[in-house]
């Protein structure tokens, strides 16, 4: 091999081996808001340096490497100018991914995946080894995170939540209950889709501050309101439907089902409970929930799931999966019906 050149299977593996360094450049050039410097056109890394109070020589260093891969361009005068990837590092554009990067970069994402040797050995979240206790409780206790977090989870909303509101027929559902809806993207995307439905967000008290403001902000604030509880401990609330995107990815089977039988109760015999979530497919084409499940492994301490095991997880929970409405993204719509008692 020293006497020819690599083989594409070669490079393919090298760039696997060292995809931490892509992801912790874009992570750092998200946390300086570098995309926001330039969206009033080219600067010199100077200039960039100055604004952003770092050093100019490695900054420069920084930014020449994730040009290499298109994320922001050297200009011929030398300045750097933004590319079509580099725009969702904006934080004030549809879809940003700004603060999926910084998450990504978080000294509490990142440590845990350090020890995914440790997780894939015994089983156990790593997150709980290295910090003492679960993620949620972690959050709860570091606004900071917490903050970073929240603002993650919407960027990931607003990139799955108009394709989940097309390709699933909301508009027979009098009242939509929206379960661990963080601030709210999806239920008022599906509501303003659907005119004279009602919808109830159900989350933390920490969370539902927030999500009060996005409603008043969309006009929904006479169609929809904001309660705060535990799903894992009941869901007082009753509702035609409910939905809960990106949720039952993050816990086991039996917390899960502890939620859907929740769920259940809130819908009542015939009620729906819709999952948003990635189905990951058999064999071994490329998918992102694939991936996505080993951060569950380290991180939060859940999984991604097939079909099959949606069918046993909905099932133990008294519910039946009648149908899964894919969508423009990853994420798939998955409907299950109450049995009756």
């Known amino acids: ?80 100018a933004l590319t079509p990837v580099a725009e969702f590092l904006r934080s004030d554009v549809q879809g940003s991914l700004r603060a999926v990067a910084m998450m990504s970069g978080e000294d509490w994402t990142w440590r845990p995946w350090g020890d995914l040797y440790g997780s894939v050995k015994t089983g156990e979240r790593a997150f709980d080894q290295i910090f003492g206790m679960p993620p949620f409780d972690y959050l709860a206790e570091n606004p900071g995170a917490a903050f970073i977090f929240d603002q993650s989870m919407t960027g990931w909303s607003m990139q799955n939540s108009l394709a989940v509101a097309a390709a699933y027929d909301f508009s027979g559902i009098g009242t939509l209950m929206d379960v661990g809806g963080g601030h709210g ?68 089977d039996p917390q899960a089902t502890s939620i859907l039988q929740n769920c259940r109760q809130a819908v009542g015999p015939g009620g729906r409970v819709l999952l ?10 490329p998918h992102f929930g694939k991936l996505l499940d080993l951060e569950m492994l380290v991180l939060a301490g859940g999984r991604e799931r097939t079909e099959a095991q949606f069918r046993d997880l909905l099932a133990g929970a008294g519910l039946r999966l ?16 109450a049995e009756q008692d």
């Open 1 to 80: 091999m020293r006497d020819s050149v690599p083989p594409s299977s070669f490079l393919a593996l090298q760039n696997m081996i060292l995809g931490k360094w892509v992801s912790q450049a874009v992570s750092v050039a998200a946390k300086l808001g570098i995309a926001d410097s330039l969206k009033e056109g080219p600067r010199s890394c100077d200039e960039l340096a100055r604004m952003n109070q770092v050093d100019s020589p490695s900054l420069y260093r920084l930014l020449r490497a994730l040009a290499s891969m298109g994320v922001f361009t050297e200009v011929a005068d030398g300045r750097f």
């Open 185 to 252: 993207y999806l239920l008022a995307t599906i509501l303003k889709a659907n005119p004279s439905q009602q919808g109830i967000l159900f989350e933390t008290p920490e969370v539902a501050e927030g999500a009060q403001d996005r409603f008043d902000s969309e006009g929904l604030s006479d169609r929809c309101r904001v309660v705060a509880g535990n799903f894992l401990d009941a869901i007082p609330e009753k509702a035609d439907a409910c939905i809960l995107k990106s949720v039952i990815h993050d816990w086991d």
């Open 276 to 285: 948003a979530e990635m189905v990951i497919p058999p064999g071994n084409d």
């Open 322 to 337: 009648t149908r899964i409405v894919p969508t423009a993204s990853p994420t798939c719509v998955i409907e299950g019906v």
